[in-house]
């Protein structure tokens, strides 16, 4: 009967991190909570948690100044649906799914969906991509101003960068006009922050904000679907300055004309230039006969040679052949596919090898803590799980630094002896990670089972340990540190070599006409 029950409550008390149990629950004596309570730690752990409460309060506050100093942007441009869009609808950027604008391309495809993408049609409709809204008749009034200046407009509209418009200059603060048609990516979804708008006043030294107002993506989205003349909005704007408040007679305001897709004549939101490799100008006067549409499409080398490349003086300036662009490009998309492939499985190698290495040593220790138990005294059978701690954590302290080779002292068994517990274990054979689970309140001898021969698969790769680790250090370093520059500095030879072979032709042909 002893020997099914295991060891006594009696026998368990002789272990240190064993606790007296009644039913479920250990209890713990007040001497031993007297004895582990520590004031001077407390404190300090009272006061870490403290100040990592305040920084992360400073650092939410200052949150723009660190993203700054980060990365050199005030804004993380990247947003949980761009995570949703770019891993669900885009399968990781594997599949951008282009091949469906060809069965929209059809004629039997109704003209308001022809042209376009399903795919990202759905993702507009869920919130998950931006769409396109324009602003046009753009008019201000009763800014909080006394004088005639100059004022412009910025827009701030979700992870996107600030939209300006022009300044208008030496303008009567009771209207000012703005000519521009500006477009906006907004997302209709509660993910995306607020469209603020702010009209600044331009002086001779600095520039001062006006008057402010911010709108709600999904509410401008639902305006710009709407017909005149309720697609046009005026708003109250806040001003900025709170002394300037009593300059206007009125609070100071915005008027709006949200719309979709009205100025962009050339409808860039259906054009795929990367499967046509042609470009689009706009004609703005005159239908084109080709396209029966306000823009002209012509192939991107045509487009070249209509169009010569010149610089800032107007000189002009040579570039390598559409035909070896198209060979480079080809080339770099080998080596980014190639790094990509590398990176990966390097990766895909080192994580799995590492959390199986791991595997194996975590339930290669928990036999080797079974094969010492059964030479320690107590020794029935089952044992608990703070008794084997108990026994790990003892041995530590006696044999850690001592050079105590295997077979030399129960704390130290052999590979065969451990092999022969792994084989035949005197209880349940134990699980890897179970002490962690347990620590962490997740049950008792939980985990991953250990397979059979786990012990043998441990030594026999422990020899490898040295080799796979500087093994896999090498690899990342060679896929993260020296394959882009390589590859780049291959790029710019050949592409040194293209031009020239170009320059060659050209020179040729020159002494040809001489």
Known sequence: MAEQEGLTLGEMLHFPLCKAEQGSRRLLSVNSMVQEFRPTKTVQEILVCILTIVLLLFLYTHRKDVITLLTGDDRIHATLPDFCWYGLCQCGGLCKFEWCVCLTSLPCCPKRWRGSHPIKLMGQQLGLTSRTIELSNIVVGDLPTDSYGSFYIKIECGKYPEIVSAVQEDKDPRVVHFPEVLTLRIRESMWDSLVEITVYSSYFIGVWPLCQVRLDPRAIADW???DE???????????EDPNREGIGETPPWISLTFGVEQADVRRLDRFHANQTMSVRIATWDRYDPVTNEPFEEQPLMAMKHRFPLVDGHGNAVQEPEESDLAWLSGMRSCLTCLYSILSFF???????????RYYVKKCYDSFETLTIAKSWKPHEFPMPTCAMRSIDAICAAKLDGTGVKPGQHICRPTDESVELTCDDPPQDRPKAFNFVLEDLGLGRNQGLPCFQDVCRYNNRIKHYDQVAFFGSIAALCFIFCCFRPLANKFMQQMTSTMQKVHNSKIHQMLHRGV
Do not use: D, I, N, Q
């Open 224 to 226: 710009a679907h709407e």
């Open 346 to 356: 390097v990766t895909l190698f080192v994580v799995g090898y590492g959390s199986f």
């Open 229 to 239: 003349p309720h697609c046009t909005k005026r708003f109250a704007m806040k001003p």
